[in-house]
């Protein structure tokens, strides 16, 4: 559909009579067959840039590393306009200045070697190892996000980089992006804005927030002339169309919300299809909330035929607020499971993967569940909604909507997997999901460690969801000090909470506190214990306290206890947070703290005849 109206296209068909090729559409009169860039050489312009654009480019990115802290750089631009390039020309003019560390990072080690190509051509004496560039005393070096997030948590390691290059930021979740803002006083983000990669459109709604907030100085500099191609390309146009990479969503005009009123429908490929400015809408959604949309997405969402599209739109009453028939949500359901006997053994043993059947496999052969790939599942792919809209229900509204159907349907099992945060956590344990499996790594690109959350639908598959939330909860804090050892202390709360059996007259399944228990709490926080004789008292009573929803801690005591007695940290990573000289010094910390909270809590009766 999209090759038939586009300029620049020729199109040639075999001839009926003698089967020969003959052009029988042309719409390319207009577009010379050959054409050399148009770079206009100007006064502007240095030799080691091939636009004006990247000259500019250059000078802010150079900007970022004179003058005040705190100023960070937004470099934004399409595919073909020599963004990569630029840093590193920019990366090679500092590091002639003077000796200078720039760290570079990005989702993988391939976006930046355009940067890495044009520091050689501009330094030939540089010599380069593997990751890393050296040019008499300075040098540059890529460091995956996962690990830079490790050495950012410490000022000293982020104050020893001069400069970070942030390549592709458009495929690296905010909350990772606001991570480096906040360790790093020198940063550039550079992003694509209509990319394979991710699009920088979404990028910058959800991160701007960030960027206000804490750098409001920031600037944003944005390359628009190609050097690839001419501006205007036919086919670079094209690809933007057939892509849906140019696609932007109507913004809901928003006086009043009804959600009761709003429809959610299930649509086909062949009805997308036949809706294009409706397929188009969508998909714009999706690219705008999340980070790392790609065309590969819109494949899957046409061609695959077990990945389901809902769709949820405003009444078309009259007495809507809403524009009739406003796209208000989206959200791409995949279906798994419901493998035979023998696969189902094949994938617990590990034998078999499935394509795409991420939880059944997940809960077989990294849970144990032999059982789960029988089963029927619905896993949430994505969810999105139009930015004005969100933090109203509306997502919630669709998958309570969705469950109900999943339900009438005889579906097992409605899950989700997603890199876990502050946020998400949250908003998966409200719709009564409960954590079922944790990943035992973060992944590289995002930063993030792997959440697997659910809810049984079916008899059997509630009793599935129940046991493996049991297990779950008796392995988190062994978890915790091993492989999760590093887990963000404000996770591991959530996480510990999200576990518990929380239908009234349950127990609280972490941290079982007994009467010898609190003797020795209160023992430890008058100074009559050590801190090590009392620490299996305190251990069980984090885990209970950090159990417990409504028990509120400070944040920083929070920390403190996770680190030490949860994930069993050594004293060298605890005390820069006390700003505290060495572990007695803690002990007296902790004292005071933790006293308050012992106070409230009632001892058994020392009159009382211990015979009884």
């Known amino acids: 559909q999209h090759l038939q109206p586009s300029s620049g296209v020729l199109i040639i068909r075999h001839q009926d009579e003698t089967g020969g090729l003959m052009p029988v559409q042309c719409n390319a009169a207009d577009i010379p067959l050959a054409v050399q860039p148009s770079l ?78 044009r520091l050689l051509v501009l330094l030939p004496n540089a010599r380069r190892e593997h990751l890393q560039l050296f040019f008499g005393q300075g040098r540059v070096e890529f460091i995956a996000l996962d690990l830079l997030l490790q050495l950012s948590e410490g000022d000293q390691a982020a104050s020893r980089c001069d400069l970070l290059l942030v390549d592709e930021a458009a495929a690296i979740p905010a909350q990772i992006l606001e991570r480096l803002l906040l360790s790093h006083a020198r940063i550039v983000f550079s992003t694509t804005v209509h990319g394979y990669e991710g699009t920088g459109r979404g990028f910058m ?73 409706q397929l188009r809408q969508l998909f714009a959604l999706l690219v705008q909330a999340h980070y790392r949309t790609r065309p590969g997405d819109l494949r899957d969402l046409l061609d695959d035929p077990t990945l389901q599209v809902w769709l949820l739109h405003s ?60 089963l029927t599942h619905w896993r949430i792919v994505r969810v999105a909604v139009p930015e004005v809209l969100r933090r109203q229900g509306i ?139 009392a620490e299996p008292a305190l251990y069980r009573w984090t885990l209970r306290s950090l159990s417990v929803p409504l028990l509120s801690l400070d944040p920083l005591l929070e920390r403190i206890l996770i680190y030490r007695l949860i994930q069993r940290r050594d004293w060298s990573d605890i005390l820069p947070l006390l700003k505290l000289t060495g572990p007695r010094q803690a002990e007296r910390w902790l004292r005071v703290h933790l006293k308050p909270l012992m106070q409230d809590l009632s001892l058994p009766d020392w009159d009382a005849d211990p015979h009884d």
């Open 395 to 533: 997502g919630q509204a669709m998958i309570t909507r969705l469950h109900r159907e999943a339900q009438r349907l005889l579906v097992d099992l409605l899950g989700t997997s997603f890199g876990a945060t502050e946020d998400l956590l949250p908003f998966w344990s409200s719709l009564s999901m409960r954590p079922l499996r944790l990943g035992l790594k973060a992944d590289a690109s995002s930063g993030s460690v792997s959440v697997l959350y659910g809810c049984g639908c079916s008899a059997v598959g509630k009793a599935l969801v129940e046991a493996a939330v049991q297990r779950f909860a008796d392995d988190l804090p062994r978890q915790l000090q091993g492989a999760n050892a590093d887990l963000e202390p404000v996770l591991v709360r959530l996480l510990l909470q999200h576990s518990q059996q929380l239908q009234p007259g349950q127990p609280i399944q972490h941290g079982s506190v007994n009467a010898q228990d609190l003797q020795d709490l209160y023992a430890f926080v008058f100074g009559l214990r050590g801190l090590e004789q």
């Open 40 to 117: 206009t050489v100007t006064s502007n312009r240095s030799v080691d840039c091939l636009t004006d654009d990247q000259a500019s480019a250059v000078t802010e990115i150079m900007r970022v590393t004179q003058g005040h802290r705190h100023r960070p750089l937004v470099l934004s631009a399409d595919r073909g306009r020599g963004k990569s390039a630029a840093l590193g020309i920019a990366a090679a003019r500092l590091l002639r200045e003077r000796p200078r560390y720039i760290r570079v990072t990005a989702p993988s080690v391939s976006a930046v070697e355009p940067l890495f190509e």
């Open 315 to 374: 009444s078309e009453d009259s007495a809507s607020r809403f524009k009739p028939d406003a796209l208000l949500g989206v959200m791409l359901v995949a279906e798994e499971g419901g493998c035979d006997a023998q696969l189902a053994d094949q994938i617990w043993l590990g034998q078999r993967r499935r394509q795409g059947h991420l939880l059944p496999q997940v809960l077989a052969s990294q849970a144990g569940w032999r059982q789960a790939p029988r």
């Open 205 to 277: 709604i959800r991160f701007r927030r960030s960027l206000d907030q804490y750098t409001p100085n920031w600037r944003h500099c944005e390359l628009a002339e190609p050097i690839r191609w001419r501006s205007d390309d036919p086919v670079e146009r094209w690809v933007f169309e057939t892509l849906l990479l140019d696609a932007e969503p109507d913004i809901p005009q928003i006086e009043a919300l009804a959600l009761p009123q709003a429809r959610l429908s299930h649509w086909s490929s062949e009805q997308l299809l036949n809706d294009p400015q």
